[in-house]
């Protein structure tokens, strides 16, 4: 958060999986209010294309879980907030599996003015430590790529 305040740069999250806790995490910060630009939550496919401008082709391609999507999902909230970062989760929370894919199965993307970078995670555990390791995995990744961008 710091290094982006020095920066005067911005970040926005576009969540399924998460739900609102990439964002609820970033906002319990000090000084978030200076950073966060706001976030979208997209359950729904249709929201994802209409919100966020995943590509209805894309989904009805792969679904909803898929390195693409966490793509699309990051650079549509960017595009959409004008923030210099953007944050995406995607994925199966459990308890079982959802499109084909096992519980654990997350994509997280991060877009930024350098392109847009993506991870594959594979987590076991309840549905609420797997939705809390996601945000764990990504905050913590996104710093290194925000980082390594300055």
Do not use: N
Request: proline share 5%; with cysteine.
């Amino acid at each position: 958060m710091r290094l982006l305040t020095e920066r005067g740069e911005t970040l926005s999250c576009a969540e399924s999986l998460t739900a609102g806790l990439v964002a609820a995490t970033v906002a319990d910060t000090p000084g978030a209010s200076a950073v966060l630009l706001g976030g979208v939550v997209a359950y729904a496919p249709r929201l994802k294309v209409e919100l966020l401008g995943v590509p209805a082709e894309l989904i009805d391609r792969v679904g909803t879980v898929d390195p693409a999507v966490a793509v699309a999902l990051a650079e549509g909230v960017r595009a959409r907030t004008g923030s210099t970062w953007a944050l995406s989760t995607t994925g199966v929370a459990g308890p079982g599996p959802s499109e084909g894919k096992p519980a654990g199965t997350v994509h997280v993307a991060v877009a930024g003015p350098t392109g847009t970078v993506t991870r594959a995670l594979r987590l076991t555990g309840t549905r609420e430590e797997v939705r809390r390791r996601t945000v764990a995995e990504l905050l913590g990744w996104a710093c290194s790529v925000v980082s390594d961008c300055g």
